[in-house]
Every structure is written in C-alpha cells, then in structure tokens.
C-alpha cells in the first residue's frame, strides 16, 4: 500500500518482524509484523498467529510476506513501565494489571485458543501513561482440540508449565501455569522457579517446587497468596480457569474497591530480575555469533568464564563438546 510509510524496527522474533507504520494521508501510528511468508512452516505460523488474534485486520498480502496490521503499542513493557521512579506500583494496580490479562486469555480461552507463550515480555503497555496493557506475539498460539492431543517443545523456562517439559497433552490450563508465574513476579520482584540454569530451572518447574518468600510477601494480602496457590497447581486439572480467576476473592475486592492498600510496592528486586533476563539475553546472543563466526577460541573462554559466575556448568561443557566437534 503506497500510502503506508514503514519506519524502524522494533523487533524481531522466530517468524517475521515488526516495524513502526505511519499512515502518510492521516499521520495514524500503528504496527506491522512482516511475516516470512518463504516456507510452508512460515506460512502455517503466521496463519495460525492471525488467526489466534481474532481480530479485523485491515489488509493482508499474501506473497512471499504476509503483513498484519495491529494498533501501535507505545508503552513498552509493563515490567519496565513499573521499575520506573515515576510509576505507582501497589498491591491494587497489580490485581488491575492481572484482571486485563485474565480478561484477554479469557477471550482467547472462549475460542478455545491457548497462548503459550505468556511471560512478561509479552505483557505490554498501550501509552506512556495510562495503565492499560495488551498480550502480545502469538507466534506460539495453537487452537486446542478435545479430540486431538496437543503437544509442545516450546517455551520459556522460568513460565513454561509442567506439562510441557514432561510433553504431556497441553490445555488453556497451561496458559494459567504462566499467569500464576507473572503474577507472583509482578507481586514480589522475583521468580518462583529461578534456578542457576535452565537445567535447575525446568526441574523446579517440573516437581512444582516453589514457596513464597518471607521478605517479598511480607506485606502481601493473603487472598493474594491464595490467588497464586490457585495457579500455580501441578496438576492442570486443579489450576483456576480465568472465570474462576476473575471470580476470587482477591479479583473480587478489586472490582469492589474493598481493597485499599495503597503502599508502594519494592521495586529493588523487579529490577534485578529485568537485568538478569536482558543479560541471559544479550549473552545468549553473543554465543550465537561467535558460534557462526567460528571465533572458537574466544567463544569457549567466555562462556566458562560467564556461565561458572552463573552456574551453568552442564550447558557450557555440552556447548563447548558441540563447538568443538564441528
């Protein structure tokens, strides 16, 4: 469309890319993600992800790219919106920012539609002020059939659920693992499942071994807790479902205005947390490129160095075995 004017980059992920689009007529600011559209593999990822939306879209062409048009999300991401000195962050504006998210699954949960892929990073702010948010990328999106058995190897270690890991049938309740996960993150500053690698990690996940920390749920209501506890169930058959979510008690004293908490929650914790996910990030990618640009030696240095700080014994031996059988 010619009169569609494409501007940066803003990321990119497995699939395709999304760019900033501005309307040359009306000046109107939204997304677009630009599909790889080459393979057959590329193709059923952006349909399925076009279709997990759900939504009017306004153009499609199908070629060698397909392009989804989206409303512009401004705010960045929520967890980097509330580390803000600027930003209020209570007890009662969590339990808003959860009740959007349940609303949201909710719909997708009501088409039977699963995510996959919730983590914060795809929780994210509409503007720079407001305190409305929205679920993002669905590249993983898949629509779940009573009749055929749904199975996944993907996710993030710190939110994928159990069965996932153990490649046991996945449901919407899968979904509401990784809620109770954002939720106990948003409340506290940490992970309930943070293990010194993905190894320790996926484990804790696995034997659902987790409990609330004394410091960081201190001044955490009960039915807060309770609203975790609910989620974060091993066994999916006895998780909440959204309805149910938006139905407790905690959600409840929200809609009511019961609730009326109003001191700041710490922020020193959520901080440290989103440094320690753009690090593994940024570390991951840097292996990446020297692993392709066979900079061997320095790839190998860096990586015993970085992961023995970590702890990540078992990936940098599995690594360097890999680098070094090339």
Known sequence: NTTICRRNLECEGKFGMVYKLIHKETGRVCAGKFYKGRRAKEREAARNEIDAKQSKIPSISWCFTAVLFVGSIA???LFER???DNFEHTEPSSMHYMQQILEGIAYMHQQNIVHLDLKPENIVCVDTTGTSIK????GLASRVDQNTPLKVMHGTPEFVAPEVINYEPVGLETDMWSIGVICYILLSGESPFQGNSDAETLALVTAAQWEFDEESF???TEEAKNFISSLLNKDPRRRMTCEQALAHPWMAAFKSKELTLTKSLSKEKMKRFLARQKWKVSTKLLFIYLFFTQNLDFVLIHICLIESWQGHVT???????SILNM
């Open 82 to 84: 509330i580390v803000d």
């Open 135 to 138: 679920i993002i990328d669905f």
């Open 75 to 77: 705010g960045g991401e």
């Open 315 to 321: 990936y940098c031996t599995s690594l360097e075995n």
């Open 218 to 220: 201190d001044e955490i």
